[in-house]
């Protein structure tokens, strides 16, 4: 599976921006898909999950409310919906596949190549 994350940019705090992550590969419907995310000199920390079926989905509590996540398997497709936009969300974003239901990095296999997204205040 390879994946291709775009659609991050420049937006104000408060606005709004979409994720877009197109995986190629006959397998994607597949796997369980997140985002996670990693600012200057932290850790990757996940935001959401999406199960293979887009049967659950499950966020971090630092964008619950905020983030959704979505995936149409017929166009190998994820989305990462972000409204409400903080300064602090400003990071560098992936989207990743999984074979396994987990909010951990280390258990994804795949990951896209990463969408900077920039909040400003």
């Known amino acids: 599976v390879q994946l291709q994350a775009s659609g991050g940019g420049l937006v104000q705090a408060g606005g709004s921006l979409r994720l877009s992550c197109a995986a190629s590969g006959r397998t994607f419907s597949s796997y369980d898909m997140g985002w996670f995310r990693q600012a200057p000199g932290k850790e990757r920390e996940f935001l959401s999950r999406?199960?293979?079926?887009?049967?659950?989905?499950d966020y971090a509590d630092s964008v619950k409310g905020r983030f959704t996540i979505s995936r149409d398997n017929a166009n190998n497709m994820v989305y990462l919906q972000m409204n409400s936009l903080k300064p602090e969300d400003t990071a560098v974003y992936y989207c990743?596949?999984?074979?396994?239901?987990?909010?951990?990095?280390?258990?994804?296999?795949?990951w896209g190549q990463g969408t900077q997204v920039t909040v400003s205040s």
């Open positions: 999406i199960r293979w079926t887009g049967s659950a989905t």
């Open positions: 990743a596949a999984a074979r396994t239901w987990s909010l951990w990095a280390r258990d994804y296999d795949y």
